[in-house]
Nanobody, 114 residues
Framework: VQLQASGGGLVQVGGSLRLACAAS??????MAWYRQAPGTPREFVGS???????NLADSVMGRFTISRDNAKNTMYLEMNNLKSNDTGVYYC???????????WGQGTQVTVSS
C-alpha cells in the first residue's frame, strides 16, 4: 500500500486548504492525518474509518473536516479558518486491519502566514 498526500501550500491566516491522500491497493480500515511542526512531536489531527466514523483533535474541531471516498480510495482534510499554529508537515496514515500493518505517506507542507 502506498499513500500519496497532496494539496499543501502557503495560505494566509483565516484561509482554507484541502488536503488529499490517495491510497493504492486495498481499502484501509482506518486513515488519518497527523502533523508535525519544527521541533515538536508529530500530533494527531483527525481520522476516518472505512465505515465513515470520524474523529478530530480538539485543536481543529469546528474548523477542519475529515472525509473519505472509498470508491476513489482517497481521504480528504478540509481546513478552514487556518491559524499560524496549523503550520507544519501533514502526514497521511493508514491501517490495514487485514494485515495489521501501519502505513505512512510522505508529508505535504502547510504554511499559514500572518
Amino acid at each position: 500500500v502506498q499513500l500519496q498526500a497532496s494539496g499543501g501550500g502557503l495560505v494566509q491566516v483565516g484561509g482554507s486548504l484541502r488536503l488529499a491522500c490517495a491510497a493504492s491497493g486495498p481499502i484501509l480500515y482506518r486513515m488519518a492525518w497527523y502533523r508535525q511542526a519544527p521541533g515538536t512531536p508529530r500530533e494527531f489531527v483527525g481520522s476516518v474509518t472505512s465505515g465513515g466514523t470520524t474523529n478530530l483533535a480538539d485543536s481543529v474541531m469546528g474548523r477542519f473536516t475529515i472525509s473519505r471516498d472509498n470508491a476513489k480510495n482517497t481521504m480528504y482534510l478540509e481546513m478552514n479558518n487556518l491559524k499560524s499554529n496549523d503550520t507544519g508537515v501533514y502526514y497521511c496514515y493508514g491501517y490495514s486491519r487485514f494485515s495489521r500493518t501501519n502505513y505512512w505517506g510522505q508529508g505535504t507542507q502547510v504554511t499559514v502566514s500572518s
